[in-house]
Every structure is written in C-alpha cells, then in structure tokens.
C-alpha cells in the first residue's frame, strides 16, 4: 500500500470552529489531492497540489483552503466550519513519469460539524 | 470536460453468479480509466486500469474491464463473486496530459448467500 496517512481519522466540531486536516505521504508523490465522499455525489476533488506552495482549486473549494509548504504535507482547512462540511475526506497522491494520473488514497477522515 | 456515469447506483446479485458494473464517459479522446473499490470504512482501493493497448484489462481479485471506445465505456465484470466482494465500486476517468480524475457516483454492490 501506497504511505499515506490521514490525521485525525475522526472529527467532531461545531460550526464556525476552524478546522484542519492533515494528509503525510511516504513516497515522494508530486500531485496531492483533498477530495469530499457524500452520498450520491461520490468522489469530488476539493484542492489539488502540484508542488511545494503549488495548489489549484478543484470543483468545491468554496469554504476550503489548502497549504503544502513540504512535499510531505498536504494540509485542507475549513476557516469556519458548517454543517455543510460534514462529510468524509480523502487524500490522494500520483506521481509522474508514465504512471498517468493513477491515484492512491489515504484511510479518510470522518468529519461532523454540528 | 470529462464526464463519468455509472448508472446503476445499487446492485444485488447471489454469490457465485456473474457481474458486470457499468460505466460511461465523455471525453474527446481515448482516455484513461480506472475502477476503484471501497470496502465500508476504508479508502479507495485501485482494481485495474486503462491506459492504452488491449482493451480488456486484468486486475486485481478476479476482476476485469473491457474499453470499448465506440459505446464509450468501461464495464467491470467478474465470473463469480465472493461474498467478501460486497462493496462500493467507482469508475473514475482522466484526461491525456492531465493529473485530475473525475468519479462517477458509485454503484453500491450487495452479495446474497
């Protein structure tokens, strides 16, 4: 399996509180993703990275920032959290060199803001 | 803009029996394709994959996808299936040239005895 680990797999929080998850990869990884699971929506990507300091928005990054200040890290924060946001949250990472865009994922975060 | 579909949302079907999990896309070019796989709890799990060549792919698990590029699609399919099979699968499609991916919803498999 793919090294990535997702910190804290579990959140309970309120509206308005901010909010920061963690992705850490192992592998070296160019391209890192955040991606929201809701049912019947499957997977949509939230941010993406493509390097150090190198993000774009994805199709629902309203609400949503990102930072990747190592290859390592790629950190997604709500600012002030909404019930909205409850959901549950993947990293991703691929590479480059041939590989295409093949993807590898992180255990999620489950997230609930009351 | 690449699009997938997976039109069924939920399957049922006994275990030993056959499968096959649509999927269709939109995209101008041959793209890539890939079918995931979510166990309850877990993350995603990457069964096989289409880049280009042989249109019938092997995977992981007993699993296989043919690309069909005339009815733009990627069908899953299995001989028969194991209870431990039962799952959330995703057909998931990329662009030449691009490291995004687009999912489809999902088809949610359940296995009966």
């Known amino acids: 399996d793919a090294g990535i680990t997702q910190s804290p797999r579990h959140k309970v929080t309120e509206t308005g509180t901010p909010v920061t998850l963690r992705c850490h990869q192992t592998e070296n990884h160019r391209y890192m993703y955040w991606y929201r699971q809701d049912p019947g929506h499957g997977l949509r990507l939230i941010h993406y990275s493509y390097g150090v300091k190198d993000t774009d928005k994805g199709e629902v990054s309203d609400g949503y920032s990102v930072s990747r200040s190592k290859t390592e890290d790629f950190l997604l924060t709500l600012e002030s959290a909404t019930s909205s946001q409850t959901s549950v949250y993947f990293c991703?990472?691929?590479?480059?060199?041939?590989?295409?865009?093949?993807?590898?994922f992180g255990p999620g975060t489950r997230l609930t803001v009351l | 803009a690449q699009s997938v579909t997976q039109p069924d949302i939920h399957i049922t079907v006994s275990e030993g029996a056959s499968l096959e999990l649509r999927c269709n896309y939109s995209?101008?070019?041959?793209?890539?394709l890939f079918w995931y796989v979510q166990s309850p709890g877990q993350g995603l799990q990457l069964l096989l994959k289409y880049f280009s060549g042989d249109t019938l792919v092997q995977g992981i698990k007993g699993f296989e996808a043919e690309f069909k590029r005339s009815q733009s699609s990627f069908n899953l399919r299995k001989p028969s299936v194991h209870w431990s099979d039962a799952a959330e699968y995703f057909c998931?499609?990329?662009?030449?040239?691009?490291?995004?991916?687009?999912f489809g919803q999902g088809t949610r498999l359940t296995i009966n005895p």
């Open positions: 998931a499609v990329g662009a030449r040239g691009a490291q995004k991916l687009v």
């Open positions: 995209y101008g070019a041959t793209p890539y």
């Open positions: 991703a990472i691929s590479g480059t060199g041939g590989m295409g865009p093949e993807q590898f």
